[in-house]
């Protein structure tokens, strides 16, 4: 861990060039230093690996960006649980977690591979082990849960201590209940990256008028 810690602060913290450009959009990744991996970004934070050090996902935060104390906080709250990462060390703006392995649901249905009941199963039982834990799940999303040889992983839990409401998860099911499974069953086949965008885009807009 410290030859790691050594290599993020010499390596990726000074190479890595990370934007936000809108506070609404998901920030923008600029610069990778080799050979370091770009895992995923999200509103926050980039993600990335080394190969070195595969089993360890870096979570960097980027200027301007809230959260990272929230998070630890998170992480202390759900301790060791097979559908979530863990945390193993906290920088001032970077942590350092349990990498996990799959594929989003978001990228599942943009390849065609199945999402399973079970993921589906996997997803609704760890949500209710975070609300036992005194969190309040939020902004879980196709892009923040993961299928891995079957069984769900939730991928982001840094909006976890948000106290409103959020029906992103139970909104999903019923899409995954009434159109997926139905669809899937008979023709499982890759739905293009610009109608997936499409429909998150206005499935935010229909939340903003909802709301």
Same mark, same amino acid.
């Given at each position: *861990?410290? @030859?790691l810690? $050594? *290599?993020?602060t010499?390596?990726l913290?000074?190479?890595?060039?990370?934007?936000?450009?809108?506070?609404?959009?998901?920030?923008?990744? /600029?610069?990778?230093? @080799?050979?370091?991996?770009?895992?995923?970004?999200?509103?926050?934070?980039?993600? !990335?690996?080394?190969?070195?050090?595969?089993?360890?996902?870096v979570?960097?935060?980027a200027?301007?960006?809230?959260? &990272?104390?929230e %998070?630890? $906080?998170?992480? /202390?709250?759900?301790?060791?649980?097979?559908?979530y990462? %863990?945390?193993?060390?906290?920088g001032?703006?970077?942590?350092?977690?349990k990498? !996990?392995?799959?594929v989003?649901?978001?990228?599942? *249905? @943009?390849r065609?591979i199945?999402?399973?009941d079970?993921? #589906?199963?996997? #997803?609704?039982?760890? !949500?209710?082990?975070?609300?036992?834990?005194? !969190?309040?799940?939020?902004?879980?999303?196709?892009?923040? +849960?993961? +299928? $891995?040889?079957?069984?769900?992983?939730? +991928?982001?839990?840094?909006d976890?201590?948000?106290?409103?409401?959020?029906?992103?998860?139970?909104?999903?099911k019923?899409?995954?209940?009434?159109?997926?499974?139905?669809?899937? =069953?008979?023709?499982?086949?890759?739905?293009?990256? =610009?109608?997936l $965008?499409?429909?998150? @885009?206005?499935?935010? &807009?229909?939340?903003?008028r909802? =709301?």
């Open positions: *861990m410290e @030859k810690l $050594e *290599m993020i010499e390596e913290l000074t190479h890595l060039v990370l934007e936000s450009v809108n506070s609404e959009d998901p920030i923008e990744v /600029r610069n990778v230093p @080799k050979p370091w991996m770009l895992l995923g970004s999200g509103n926050y934070a980039a993600v !990335l690996c080394h190969p070195q050090y595969d089993k360890y996902a979570k960097i935060y200027p301007g960006r809230p959260g &990272l104390t %998070e630890v $906080e998170v992480y /202390r709250r759900l301790g060791a649980h097979p559908a990462s %863990e945390l193993y060390h906290a001032p703006d970077f942590l350092v977690i990498r !996990l392995r799959g989003t649901f978001y990228d599942c *249905m @943009k065609g199945p999402i399973t079970q993921a #589906i199963r996997d #997803i609704d039982e760890a !949500l209710k082990y975070a609300i036992s834990r005194g !969190l309040h799940p939020h902004d879980v999303h196709a892009k923040n +849960v993961m +299928v $891995e040889d079957g069984r769900g992983l939730i +991928v982001d839990v840094s976890f201590l948000k106290q409103e409401d959020c029906t992103m998860w139970d909104d999903f019923k899409a995954y209940t009434r159109l997926y499974r139905p669809i899937s =069953s008979l023709w499982l086949f890759p739905v293009p990256r =610009s109608v $965008e499409a429909v998150r @885009k206005g499935y935010r &807009l229909w939340r903003r909802k =709301s």
